[in-house]
C-alpha cells in the first residue's frame, strides 16, 4: 500500500495542527480572492506574482506536487515579464556606463573599451 512518505512530502509539517490547518486555509482563500486584483493593478503585479510563486512552493513543499507546482511558477512568470525586461534593461545601461579600466592597472580608462577587436576568425581555428 502506498503512503505519502513514500512521495516525499513533509510529513509532520503542522498537519495535527489545528491552528495551522485554519490559518493555511484562510490564508489560501484569502490569496486566491485577491490574487486576480493584484494582478489587474500594474503597480502590484510583481507582488501578486512573488506571493503565487511563495503559494506555489509551499505547495510543492507540504503536498509533494511538485510537477503542478513548477508548471504553476512557469505561469507565474509571464506576470513578471514586463518587470524582468526592464530589469534586465538597466542592468545592461549601468553596464555599459560604467567605464573600463585599463589593462596596465593605472586607473585610466580603457580607450578601445567600447570597441570589438578585430581578430581573425581563421588564426583561431
Aim: proline letters at 4%.
Amino acid at each position: 500500500m502506498w503512503s505519502l512518505e513514500t512521495y516525499g512530502t513533509c510529513t509532520g509539517c503542522g498537519d495535527e495542527n489545528d491552528i495551522l490547518v485554519v490559518l493555511g486555509t484562510y490564508g489560501t482563500v484569502a490569496f486566491l480572492v485577491y490574487f486576480p486584483m493584484g494582478v489587474l493593478v500594474r503597480a502590484l503585479r510583481p507582488w501578486a506574482a512573488a506571493m503565487s510563486i511563495g503559494f506555489h512552493l509551499s505547495i510543492a513543499a507540504f503536498m509533494g506536487l511538485t510537477g503542478f507546482a513548477l508548471t504553476m511558477i512557469a505561469c507565474d512568470l509571464v506576470f513578471l515579464s514586463g518587470t524582468l525586461d526592464r530589469l534586465i534593461a538597466w542592468v545592461r545601461s549601468r553596464r555599459e556606463r560604467t567605464p573600463r579600466v585599463s589593462a596596465q592597472g593605472d586607473g585610466s580608462p580603457d580607450p578601445g573599451a567600447g570597441e570589438r577587436e578585430n581578430v581573425d576568425e581563421a588564426a583561431l581555428v
